[in-house]
Every structure is written in C-alpha cells, then in structure tokens.
C-alpha cells in the first residue's frame, strides 16, 4: 500500500476535519483511533490517507513527550512522505497546554524533518495567515477578526490566543527558529518561488511557517509540500486541514489525479441525540436554533458532576434523555450554553468531558437514535474513547469542518452515524441540515 499522507489529529473534531478535506477531494482516506500497523491497514485496499484522532489537544509537554513519539513512529512506519500533526485552525495552545511548538519537536526528533512546515491557515474555514498574523471568523459569519482580537478565542479559557504573530506565539513554545514564506513569496512564479524556499532552508531554519489567503494559493502551497518530502521525506506539517487542501488542491492538478465525487444531503431522521460540553458562542446559537426547531433542552449542573453529587446527577440526566427518546425527540444535552452561562467551570471541561463520555455510552448502551451530534473538542474526544470507536469513514459533508461519519468499532459504536463539531464552526442552523431538516 502507498499512502500520500499519513496524519494525526490533536482532538476528534480537528480529525473528522482533515477525514473530509481528503474525502471531498477524492482522496480515499480513513480515521483510526489508535495507529494502525501496515498490516491493518493491508485490509482497506486503496487507501490513500490513514489518520489517528487524538486528545493532545489538551496535553502538557510532559504527557506529549509520553505519548506522541510512539504514535509518531507508527505513522512514520506506514511509509508515508507526509506526516501531518492537525491542530486546530485557530491555533489556540500555551507552553503547558497542548504546545503545538513541542509537538513539532518531537516530530521533528523521530522523523528527522528537516525543516519542519506549519500551515495554520485554512481559506474553507474563514481561516487565513497573512505576513505571519492569524485571522479567523467567528463560525460561519463575518467580519474576519485577527486572532487576538478575535471574540471567542482571545478569551479562550484555557488557551486564549493573546498573539497573532505565530512565529512570536510558537517562540514561547519552542527555542526552534522560524522563517516565513509569506503572501508576496506566493505571487512569485514556480521557478522564483523554489529559490525562496531553497533560500530559506539554506538559512538553516527549523520551521517554515507559510502565508494562505485564498483558495488559489493551495495548489501552490500543495506542491511546495510534495517538493519539500521528496528532498526531505518524510515531511513533517503541523497545520490546520488547510495541509490536506492544498494537498489534494495540487494533486487535482495533476494528470489523472483525484476527483471529487458527489456527496448526497444528510438523509432526514426523525429524531437526533446531541451532547454539548462546548462553551462557544457559535455553538450556543446553533442549540438554541434545534431548541427553536422541536430539540428537547437537557440542561446539566456542570458544578454537580465534580462534586459528591455526579453519580446522581448522572443516573438521573440518562433516564431523562432516555425517556425523551423514547417519546420520539431530539435530546439537546449540554453542560454551558456560551461564556457567559454561570455553569461554565473552568478547569473542570476534562471532568465534565468525561462525564458527557459515559453519559452518551450509558445512553447508547440501551437506545441507539439514528443519529448523533458531539460538539466541543474535549468531549468529542472523552465520547469517542467512551464508544470504544476503532475508527470512522466520511458519510457525507454538513459544514466545512464538521461531517457526518460512520462509525467502526464494538456492538455499541458500529453503524453509528456521529458527527463530532468543533466550537467555532457551522452555520447557525447545522443541528438542522445534520438532522436532514434543511437543504445543505
């Protein structure tokens, strides 16, 4: 088996996302998640792009340097030239939290990178770097906000993105030295844009960052990639999905390279279960939109699942969401509606994440709805693991970055169709076109 790309995703919701980027383009791919061995892998004949869903999202450097050398090198061992470490678009991480800088690092130790790249830019998600500074929509809307500046990420709880130069973010993360091949570079010609690259590697940098604004600049970023892993294989990406756009923008470009296909409208079911641990303003007023569309509230004390009180609480929200299923509803569970909601705990979300987890298994164990919705990184992350998911397949696409997917795995998870949505992302009515009740 020759795979193009071999991944790992820094949270559920950042992997379903790189799943789609390469499915969408045609690019047969699969999500695991633990790393498979070649041999698994031998049983999907045609597979072009193997990833692995992970947590270390939330990881400290000490846990990271625990966990991801070893997943590193299984993916190394699939012999892919490309190895992507997905983070999310908005680039939200700290020295002690989920450092993107000593993933890198370690990247770079077991694959021997040399440079490594970073893309943190993803056009599709209204996510763009230009001259090194971040910007992002707030969801699906406009106007686009630099990072710092942004509505929600700037006062992330745990990882509030304060700077939107990136190399200035990542130089608190890694002593490794950063270049920048920035917008101006992309206007070059291909013969003038090789020599910048090669300028900049003969400088002796650690890290490319690269600029992305638009959707044109993918192919070209794209074949910069293909360049840079035939010279220095296996290339190590630390990126949004925005690495596997403009991947597959430039294998498209290619004689006989990958088509997309034609994906169907989520077909309508009758009733959804949807599980929120997310605290994000875009997530809440999508809630509210289900609620305001026949979803059935079941609201949770986020402070009683830490205390004396969670075995309780718990028994007693899954008879709730079991009774309401069984009455034929849509179930809308969640622990904040937004970062003004009084139950927000912070510091508690990897409590609460895992108690959503068992919630949803408990739930499932007894009564399987037609469809589920998992929203916030964190609990996507703690409902997988409770689910005993092995691994998951595009079903077909909602809203960029967040698709429906089937789930691979035990009696509870196999044939569930899951959608696992990050916080920012969707349109104000995604609950509905997941539930087939809007036209996409």
Same mark, same amino acid.
């Given at each position: 088996?020759?795979?193009?790309?071999?991944?790992?995703?820094?949270?559920?919701?950042?992997?379903?996302?790189?799943?789609?980027?390469?499915?969408?383009?045609?690019?047969?791919?699969?999500?695991?998640?633990?790393?498979?061995?070649?041999?698994?892998?031998a049983g999907f004949p045609g597979l072009e792009a193997a990833?692995?869903?992970?947590?270390?999202?939330?990881?400290?450097?000490?846990?990271?340097?625990?966990?991801?050398?070893?997943?590193?090198?299984?993916?190394?061992?699939?012999?892919?030239?490309?190895?992507?470490?997905?983070?999310?678009?908005?680039?939200?991480?700290?020295?002690?939290?989920?450092?993107?800088?000593?993933?890198?690092?370690?990247?770079?130790?077991?694959? @021997?990178? =040399? +440079?490594? !790249?970073?893309? #943190?830019? $993803? *056009?599709?998600?209204?996510?763009?770097?230009?001259? &090194?500074?971040?910007?992002?929509?707030?969801?699906?809307?406009?106007?686009?906000?630099?990072?710092?500046?942004?509505?929600?990420?700037?006062?992330?709880?745990?990882?509030?993105?304060?700077?939107?130069?990136?190399?200035?973010?990542?130089?608190?993360?890694?002593?490794?030295?950063?270049?920048?091949?920035?917008?101006?570079?992309?206007?070059?010609?291909?013969?003038?844009?090789?020599?910048?690259?090669?300028?900049?590697?003969?400088?002796?940098?650690?890290?490319?960052?690269?600029?992305?604004?638009?959707?044109?600049?993918?192919?070209?970023?794209?074949?910069?990639?293909?360049?840079?892993?035939?010279?220095?294989?296996?290339?190590?990406?630390?990126?949004?999905s925005g690495v596997e756009a403009a991947l597959a923008a430039?294998?498209?470009?290619?004689?006989? @390279?990958? =088509? +997309?296909? !034609?994906?169907? #409208?989520? $077909? *309508?079911?009758?009733?959804?279960?949807?599980?929120? &641990?997310?605290?994000?303003?875009?997530?809440?007023?999508?809630?509210?939109?289900?609620?305001?569309?026949?979803?059935?509230?079941?609201?949770?004390?986020?402070?009683?699942?830490?205390?004396?009180?969670?075995?309780?609480?718990?028994?007693?929200?899954?008879?709730?969401?079991?009774?309401?299923?069984?009455?034929?509803?849509?179930?809308?569970?969640?622990?904040?509606?937004?970062?003004?909601?009084?139950?927000?705990?912070?510091?508690?979300?990897?409590?609460?994440?895992?108690?959503?987890?068992?919630?949803?298994?408990?739930?499932?164990?007894?009564?399987?709805?037609?469809?589920?919705?998992?929203?916030?990184?964190?609990?996507?992350?703690?409902?997988?693991?409770?689910?005993?998911?092995?691994?998951?397949?595009?079903?077909?696409?909602?809203?960029?970055?967040?698709?429906?997917?089937? !789930?691979?795995?035990?009696?509870?998870?196999d044939g569930l169709e899951i959608i696992f949505k990050g916080?920012?992302?969707?349109?104000?009515?995604?609950?509905?076109?997941?539930?087939?009740?809007?036209?996409?």
């Amino acid at each position: 088996m020759n795979l193009r790309l071999a991944f790992y995703g820094d949270d559920f919701t950042g992997s379903t996302d790189a799943l789609e980027a390469l499915e969408l383009a045609g690019i047969r791919a699969r999500l695991f998640l633990h790393p498979p061995s070649p041999s698994e892998l031998a049983g999907f004949p045609g597979l072009e792009a193997a990833g692995v869903a992970g947590g270390s999202r939330t990881f400290t450097p000490t846990e990271m340097d625990a966990h991801l050398p070893a997943i590193f090198e299984a993916l190394a061992a699939l012999g892919a030239p490309l190895i992507h470490y997905k983070v999310c678009s908005t680039f939200d991480s700290s020295p002690t939290s989920g450092s993107i800088g000593r993933a890198i690092e370690i990247g770079r130790a077991v694959t @021997g990178a =040399r +440079p490594a !790249a970073i893309l #943190a830019g $993803a *056009p599709a998600l209204g996510r763009y770097c230009a001259f &090194g500074h971040l910007f992002a929509r707030a969801g699906a809307a406009r106007p686009v906000h630099r990072i710092d500046r942004h509505p929600t990420m700037s006062r992330h709880p745990v990882t509030p993105m304060d700077e939107s130069d990136l190399r200035l973010h990542l130089a608190r993360q890694t002593p490794l030295r950063c270049a920048l091949l920035d917008l101006l570079d992309l206007e070059l010609d291909d013969d003038a844009l090789d020599a910048r690259l090669d300028e900049i590697i003969a400088g002796g940098e650690e890290m490319i960052l690269f600029d992305v604004l638009r959707g044109g600049h993918l192919p070209r970023l794209g074949r910069l990639f293909d360049r840079l892993s035939r010279r220095h294989a296996p290339l190590f990406i630390a990126g949004s999905s925005g690495v596997e756009a403009a991947l597959a923008a430039y294998w498209q470009s290619l004689p006989g @390279g990958p =088509r +997309p296909p !034609a994906w169907p #409208a989520p $077909a *309508p079911v009758h009733q959804m279960l949807v599980v929120s &641990g997310s605290c994000s303003p875009v997530t809440d007023r999508q809630i509210q939109w289900l609620l305001d569309h026949g979803g059935i509230e079941v609201p949770l004390d986020a402070a009683a699942l830490t205390s004396d009180a969670a075995a309780r609480v718990f028994e007693q929200s899954v008879s709730q969401v079991l009774e309401l299923l069984e009455q034929g509803a849509t179930p809308v569970v969640h622990t904040c509606r937004g970062p003004g909601d009084p139950r927000l705990a912070p510091g508690a979300g990897a409590a609460i994440s895992l108690w959503l987890g068992r919630l949803l298994r408990a739930v499932l164990d007894r009564r399987r709805p037609p469809r589920t919705a998992i929203l916030g990184g964190d609990t996507s992350v703690a409902a997988g693991t409770a689910l005993a998911i092995r691994s998951l397949t595009l079903l077909t696409p909602i809203d960029p970055g967040a698709p429906l997917c089937l !789930a691979h795995g035990g009696p509870v998870a196999d044939g569930l169709e899951i959608i696992f949505k990050g916080g920012q992302l969707g349109r104000e009515d995604f609950l509905g076109r997941a539930q087939g009740q809007q036209p996409r």
